[in-house]
């Protein structure tokens, strides 16, 4: 029915775009592709994502299983085979809705080696994209592990001071983890022949078996999430990142360790995802309270962001791990909602960042006087983050609350007090930000956002009203997936 | 068998035995003068020998000059990517031999006889033969390590190379004449026929000792990052490739076919022999700041992830070793080959801070070597990954998960040194401007980046289907 193979357009149009500047590059010479390659990037990012909307337009919500299916055999049992659910589709276009607004904020604050930047950052996006379409765990897997190379050197290049610790923390942590992954995906394709998804999804593991296999996608995936304990790269890499590499490092990166709970550990291995129920819980529970608390201590705007990113997910796992409709569901969409709110957050770090290249809470003070609709933006995403009720942040965390407390009162009762925590580190950094009094005379002829901060914050901004006001929007999506999910861990 | 006959089966190696001599004539009465021209020459005849090789391989089996020569398309699968890495060993090497007023014909020479005896060895069929073909690969490295008279570090590498490589030889003889002691003959399909012995089992743990020394496998591996620093580039952009693969796919063959009953004997030994390399290859570069070196160890890891497939046996592990190797050594040829052309005033680089703002300077070779990294690396798309999956997948499918894990650890641990090679070329601000690179150099480079990603990513089945052919034969 489906002619069109959509979902590779979707993938490979960024990829065309960095060829494109790559080929410039060549003929013209670096000073006239990095002129050109903002038109390209920005062209080829916008394209991406109208055609990832056409994508949603060929999408039917209520059909069951995978769609826009497409399968061409590559090697041995695996294929190049890409489709979506619900849940991918909303991913996807999570990604490529947020790419164009990193390519307009890079434009103005990259000025070293655009034209490069921009290809590895297109590059990023292909790969991104890839992992939310492949059905196949080798393709999968190809497209997770190779996303490592384009944020390395984003980091370590565009980077700030720190950055060599930083890429290199980034690159190995996930390694290690993924290389445990792959051990059991060829582990996996040994004992059935394929590394096809669906058919994986099928297939009956002895429960011992899936306690080992559990493990190895755990270790990789609780690392790209990432979990405590093995958190401690995020805040590093974060704070180096340049402000686009942090966005999409919050909004989508991290989400893929989600996706990966969602679409291999539970469907695959369900006795074991059961069996390990406490764990995720105790550790998503730790990962809320420890992590609030220490955001709360940070110095670095960046750095507490970054650890309020650490919370948020452990809301995601909590949500995924107690296999009902509410947590799964809450689970998904606080994967969305994190991904527009801390890439706003983000984005507002990097508006003040561009002007006083500083990220030290104690540098600001008093920015209202000076930057009122900052400050107004500044305080609705912050608001977003605690979750306040009308903006997604509420939806997601109230979702996955009520999904935990079905399954353990404990854990939705110590998730519970990180809503508190939040509200704690985030109204302080917002007041020794941006209320009081001007101190610090730099400050005194700091300018407010420009045109182009205005309409990426304000995108954002109403992106996360309308899914706050209207999350059926989401759920609508997500609905058919996530029941499939609960379908196959038997609940 | 009439000697035509045997000819035929043995024409790659015939051809390159044949050549080398009319060449040796040719030089003498030349002398350097015509250098030029026989590098050119040489190459063509090692291409043709590789073509040969190529065209022999789907025709399997074939025996000759009394069962002490065999081809089968596991060795000519080999056979045929060492004459062809020699030929483009030999090709790069231009610019640095006129660069270091090396031009002198020897080079040639050595080359092209080093590689048929990397040839001769593959095809054995015997001990001894396998033993001459070894010693003419070793005899011809020995000179070409030490080629940079003048250089007191050359001299030094060819000498160490020379006496560790002697002693190793000596185990392998010493291995074979126990073997032969104890199964009565030297021809491999006796030995095979054997019974299991405690005296055929020395034997056999000399063997592996003396082809594990040639393969630079720990812990026989001490000479590898002296001769590689020592030695003047492009030969060891030539040792790492040609003989390597040559080594490696030797070692698997012997242990497959004339100790393949005896599989039980040797499984453990090669597989501690694997685990060693990979650990000893991650851990040793990380301290190291010459580029020789590190690549030096990087090498000696990578071989110990080949030998995880052969630790797996023939059946799970036979067509692992190709694609690996095969993968490896085209990553290799122009990784080696084009970070140790780059030369500053005529002066070859050896410090990994010589490769700073390498990206400023060459950007289009910047490009080429980092999906190069990436390849030997094992780190996806780059298709070095697909060396590493076969590798791990012939490990679990013979209950080596140990071994496998050692081998995922031990790519981490690696990943250490391959990234800093990125960084420095990536990320620091440029050096001083460099040597023009030859035409020859990047050629290679671009050719092997764009085999390695993304032609060979897509087309990975055919490799596998050829190397699932070379070794069910």
């Known amino acids: 029915m489906f002619d069109l193979p959509i979902l590779s357009i979707v993938t490979f149009i960024p990829l065309i775009g960095a060829l494109l500047i790559l080929g410039f590059r060549v003929v013209a010479g670096p000073s006239f592709a990095a002129g050109a390659s903002k038109g390209i990037a920005l062209i080829m990012s916008l394209a991406a994502f109208a055609a990832s909307i056409y994508a949603l337009m060929q999408f039917n919500p209520n059909a069951i299983g995978y769609q826009l299916v497409e399968s061409i055999p590559w090697f041995g049992g695996s294929a190049y085979k890409l489709g979506v659910d619900g849940m991918s589709l909303a991913l996807i276009i999570l990604t490529t809705a947020l790419t164009p607004l990193c390519v307009l904020q890079s434009m103005r604050s990259i000025a070293d080696r655009l034209a490069d930047y921009m290809v590895a950052f297109l590059i990023l996006e292909t790969l991104m994209i890839g992992v939310f379409c492949a059905l196949d765990l080798m393709l999968f897997y190809v497209f997770f592990e190779g996303g490592l190379i384009p944020m390395f050197l984003l980091i370590g290049i565009w980077g700030g001071k720190n950055r060599l610790y930083a890429a290199f923390k980034f690159f190995l942590y996930t390694l290690l983890g993924s290389l445990l992954l792959l051990v059991a995906l060829v582990y996996m394709y040994m004992v059935t022949g394929t590394t096809d998804i669906e058919a994986l999804q099928r297939y009956p593991f002895a429960p011992q078996v899936q306690t080992w296999l559990w493990l190895a996608f755990f270790a990789s995936f609780s690392v790209k999430l990432p979990m405590w304990p093995v958190h401690t790269w995020l805040p590093d890499a974060h704070v180096e990142a340049p402000t686009a590499g942090s966005v999409v490092l919050a909004a989508v990166l991290l989400k893929m360790g989600g996706y990966g709970f969602l679409r291999f550990s539970l469907p695959m291995f369900p006795d074991a995802s059961l069996l390990f129920q406490p764990l995720m819980f105790a550790l998503s529970v730790i990962a809320i309270v420890y992590t609030s608390l220490v955001a709360f201590r940070q110095t670095d705007i960046k750095k507490l962001v970054a650890y309020s990113s650490v919370a948020h997910m452990g809301f995601v796992t909590l949500g995924i791990f107690s296999f009902n409709e509410a947590g799964i569901q809450g689970a998904v969409f606080q994967m969305i909602s994190h991904g527009i709110i801390s890439g706003a957050l983000f984005f507002c770090v990097g508006v003040i960042y561009d002007r006083m290249h500083t990220r030290e809470i104690a540098f600001y003070g008093g920015l209202v006087h000076r930057m009122p609709v900052y400050a107004a933006l500044f305080m609705l995403f912050s608001m977003a983050n605690v979750g306040l009720p009308g903006t997604s942040g509420f939806v997601g965390e109230i979702l996955t609350m009520v999904g935990g407390f079905q399954a353990s009162t404990w854990a939705a009762a110590g998730a519970a007090l990180g809503v508190i925590l939040s509200a704690v580190y985030m109204l302080t950094l917002y007041r020794r930000v941006v209320f009081g009094e001007i101190t610090n005379e730099k400050l005194s002829d700091i300018k407010d956002v420009n045109a182009t901060e205005f309409f990426v914050l304000g995108l954002l901004a109403v992106m996360a009203l309308v899914f706050g006001v209207f999350p059926s929007l989401v759920f609508d999506l997500t609905k058919g997936s996530s029941d499939a999910i609960l379908q196959m861990i038997g609940k | ?473």
């Open chain 2, 1 to 473: 068998m009439n000697l035509l006959a045997d000819l035929q089966v043995a024409l790659p190696d015939a051809l390159l035995a044949g050549y080398g001599l009319a060449a040796l004539l040719l030089a003498a009465i030349g002398g350097d003068r015509i250098s030029v021209l026989l590098r050119i020459l040489t190459s063509f005849a090692l291409a043709a020998a590789a073509v040969f090789a190529f065209i022999q391989f789907p025709q399997g089996d074939a025996e000759a000059f009394n069962g002490l020569y065999r081809v089968t398309p596991f060795v000519l699968f080999a056979k045929g990517a060492t004459y062809a890495l020699a030929a483009l060993a030999l090709f790069m090497s231009g610019g640095f031999l006129k660069a270091a007023a090396m031009e002198r014909y020897e080079y040639s020479l050595l080359v092209v006889f080093a590689a048929m005896g990397a040839g001769v060895m593959l095809s054995a069929n015997d001990l001894m033969t396998l033993y001459v073909g070894i010693e003419t690969l070793s005899l011809s490295s020995y000179v070409l390590a030490a080629f940079r008279r003048d250089s007191l570090k050359s001299a030094e590498a060819g000498l160490k190379y020379f006496v560790l490589g002697a002693l190793a030889s000596g185990l392998l003889l010493y291995g074979s004449s126990l073997v032969y002691g104890f199964a009565g003959s030297t021809n491999y399909a006796v030995i095979a026929a054997a019974d299991n012995s405690v005296g055929l089992i020395f034997g056999l743990v000399l063997i592996i000792c003396g082809l594990a020394f040639k393969a630079s496998a720990a812990p026989f591996h001490v000479w590898t990052p002296d001769v590689y620093e020592g030695a003047p580039a492009p030969v060891v952009a030539f040792f790492a490739t040609a003989p390597k693969i040559a080594a490696v796919v030797v070692l698997a063959h012997v242990m497959f076919t004339t100790f393949g009953p005896h599989e039980k004997s040797w499984q453990m030994v090669i597989a501690i022999i694997a685990a060693l390399s990979m650990l000893i290859g991650a851990f040793g570069a990380l301290a190291q700041n010459s580029i020789k070196r590190i690549l030096a160890y990087s090498s000696i890891s990578n071989v110990g992830f080949a030998l995880i497939a052969i630790a797996a046996g023939v059946e799970d592990g036979a067509s692992a070793v190709l694609v690996y190797m095969t993968l490896y050594v085209i990553a290799t040829l122009g990784m080696f080959g084009g970070v140790l052309a780059l030369r500053r005033k005529g002066v070859a680089i050896d410090d990994v801070s010589d490769l700073n703002g390498l990206s400023k300077l060459k950007p289009g070779m910047t490009l080429g070597l980092v999906v190069l990294i990436f390849s030997v690396a094992g780190i996806p798309p780059a298709v070095g990954f697909w060396g590493k999956l076969q590798v791990f997948e012939a490990g679990l499918r013979a209950d080596m998960l140990w071994l496998v894990l050692v081998g995922a650890l031990s790519s981490v641990v690696s990943l250490g040194y391959y990234l800093r090679l990125v960084w420095a070329m990536m990320m620091k601000p440029a050096g001083e401007a460099l040597d023009r690179t030859d035409f020859s150099v990047s050629a290679t480079v671009f050719a092997s980046a764009l085999i390695s990603f993304p032609v060979l990513t897509i087309g990975i089945q055919m490799l596998l289907d050829a190397a699932a052919f070379a070794s069910a034969g």
